[in-house]
C-alpha cells in the first residue's frame, strides 16, 4: 500500500512516498498528482520510504513528469530506490527522471549532492541545489 503525503515548504511542493508504487498504488497516486498546487515553483518527489517499484510505477512517475513540465514547474526526485534507478537507466529515460542527492544540512550532514545518471546535473536541478536551505 502506498502512503502519500504533500507538504508546501515555500516555492516548493514536497511529494513523499512511502510503501510500493505499483498497480496497486496508481489510483492514490493519481489522486494526489491532481491536488498538487500549481502555484509553487518547483516539486520534490522523496522516496526514501519507498520499497518497490515496478513498471507502471515508472510510468507513474513518467506522468507527473509531463504534469509538472506542463504547469512549468521544476522536478527533482530524491532518494530513489537502487531498483528504480536501474529501471530509469535501463529505459534511457535519466534525461527525463531528474534524481539528485539533497545538499548537506545540519539534519543530514552525510548527505552531499550528486550528479544524476548521466554525470551532469541540468539546470534545473543545479538551481534547486544551489537555492536549498
Given at each position: 500500500?502506498?502512503?502519500?503525503d504533500?507538504?508546501?515548504?515555500?516555492?516548493?511542493?514536497l511529494?513523499?512516498?512511502?510503501g510500493?508504487l505499483d498497480?496497486?498504488?496508481?489510483p492514490r497516486?493519481?489522486?494526489?498528482?491532481?491536488?498538487?498546487?500549481?502555484?509553487?515553483?518547483?516539486v520534490t518527489?522523496e522516496?526514501?520510504?519507498?520499497?518497490?517499484?515496478?513498471?507502471?510505477?515508472?510510468?507513474?512517475?513518467?506522468?507527473?513528469v509531463?504534469?509538472?513540465?506542463?504547469a512549468?514547474?521544476?522536478?527533482?526526485?530524491?532518494?530513489?530506490?537502487?531498483l528504480l534507478?536501474?529501471?530509469?537507466?535501463?529505459?534511457?529515460?535519466e534525461t527525463?527522471?531528474?534524481?539528485?542527492?539533497?545538499?548537506?544540512?545540519?539534519?543530514?550532514?552525510n548527505?552531499?549532492a550528486?550528479?544524476?545518471a548521466?554525470?551532469a546535473f541540468?539546470?534545473?536541478?543545479?538551481?534547486?541545489?544551489?537555492?536549498?536551505?
Amino acid at each position: 500500500m502506498l502512503a502519500v503525503d504533500v507538504d508546501e515548504q515555500g516555492d516548493t511542493t514536497l511529494l513523499v512516498l512511502r510503501g510500493d508504487l505499483d498497480l496497486a498504488a496508481a489510483p492514490r497516486f493519481r489522486s494526489a498528482v491532481q491536488a498538487l498546487p500549481r502555484r509553487a515553483r518547483s516539486v520534490t518527489v522523496e522516496l526514501a520510504g519507498v520499497h518497490h517499484v515496478d513498471s507502471v510505477g515508472l510510468g507513474l512517475l513518467i506522468g507527473l513528469v509531463r504534469r509538472v513540465r506542463a504547469a512549468g514547474q521544476a522536478l527533482s526526485v530524491v532518494h530513489p530506490p537502487a531498483l528504480l534507478r536501474q529501471m530509469v537507466a535501463l529505459c534511457g529515460l535519466e534525461t527525463a527522471l531528474p534524481f539528485v542527492e539533497p545538499p548537506a544540512s545540519p539534519a543530514n550532514p552525510n548527505a552531499d549532492a550528486q550528479p544524476n545518471a548521466d554525470g551532469a546535473f541540468d539546470a534545473e536541478v543545479g538551481r534547486a541545489l544551489r537555492s536549498a536551505p
